[in-house]
């Protein structure tokens, strides 16, 4: 079952998803354009970012240690705010923009979590997913959504990285900051 965990914990970490639900959102909606620079600002650069931080710390991947989250939360953040600032003007692709600004806000709203205490990152980009499937598809897409949220708490807490509770946390801040950011782009 560990290894099951982790391959979820790998598939479903917050870059991969947020990679998936662009390239969705581009087929279904057409907007193509604003594909290669919303992978590049949400996707590419963050996980690049974060990589090379935990080597440079000499930490795992995922960063587990709280203190080390830090800068690569606020780097993502401002990655995903310029992406969806460049996205929306240069493609008018409103919806990829909110996606975006929705990762910026459960970045900095993460960020200000791990100050005092560690919520998962990676309930908080499926969250994130579940709600933009939402807006894009409906309800098939959001109920798959749904199931890898479930799938990837399951994974980090059986891996040992994070508590029920910390799984908990990353969801609703993923949710809130997902509707929040659709609420300022779709209203």
Same mark, same amino acid.
Not at 38 to 50: C, D, T
Not at 105 to 117: D, E, P, T
Not at 162 to 183: C, E, I, K
């Given at each position: 079952?560990? +290894? =099951?965990?982790? *391959?979820?914990?790998?598939?479903?970490?917050?870059? /991969?998803?947020?990679?998936? #639900?662009?390239? $969705? %959102? !581009?087929?279904?909606?057409?907007?193509?354009?604003?594909?290669?620079?919303?992978?590049?600002?949400?996707?590419?650069?963050?996980?690049?970012?974060?990589?090379?931080?935990? +080597? =440079?710390?000499? *930490?795992?991947?995922?960063?587990?240690?709280?203190? /080390?989250?830090?800068?690569? #939360?606020?780097? $993502? %953040? !401002?990655?995903?705010?310029?992406?969806?600032?460049?996205?929306?003007?240069?493609?008018?692709?409103?919806?990829?923009?909110?996606?975006?600004?929705?990762?910026?806000?459960?970045? =900095?709203?993460?960020?200000?979590?791990?100050?005092?205490?560690?919520?998962?990152?990676?309930?908080?980009?499926?969250?994130?997913?579940?709600?933009?499937?939402?807006?894009?598809?409906?309800?098939?897409?959001?109920?798959?959504?749904?199931?890898?949220?479930?799938?990837?708490?399951?994974?980090?807490?059986?891996?040992?990285?994070?508590?029920?509770?910390?799984?908990?946390?990353?969801?609703?801040?993923?949710?809130?900051?997902?509707?929040?950011?659709?609420?300022?782009?779709?209203?």
């Amino acid at each position: 079952m560990r +290894r =099951l965990a982790l *391959a979820v914990s790998l598939v479903l970490q917050p870059s /991969l998803v947020a990679a998936a #639900l662009y390239i $969705a %959102s !581009a087929k279904i909606m057409g907007e193509w354009l604003g594909l290669p620079l919303a992978l590049m600002f949400s996707s590419f650069l963050p996980l690049a970012f974060a990589i090379s931080w935990a +080597r =440079l710390n000499g *930490a795992p991947w995922d960063l587990p240690s709280r203190g /080390l989250r830090g800068t690569p #939360l606020l780097f $993502a %953040s !401002a990655s995903n705010l310029v992406g969806a600032f460049v996205v929306y003007f240069l493609s008018s692709a409103r919806y990829v923009s909110a996606i975006m600004t929705g990762y910026g806000i459960g970045g =900095l709203m993460a960020y200000v979590a791990s100050k005092r205490w560690k919520v998962s990152i990676h309930a908080l980009g499926v969250a994130e997913a579940v709600v933009g499937f939402y807006y894009l598809a409906g309800a098939p897409l959001t109920l798959m959504a749904g199931l890898a949220t479930l799938m990837v708490g399951w994974a980090r807490v059986k891996l040992g990285k994070h508590t029920v509770l910390q799984v908990a946390m990353g969801t609703v801040l993923g949710a809130l900051s997902a509707f929040t950011a659709f609420r300022i782009f779709l209203a």
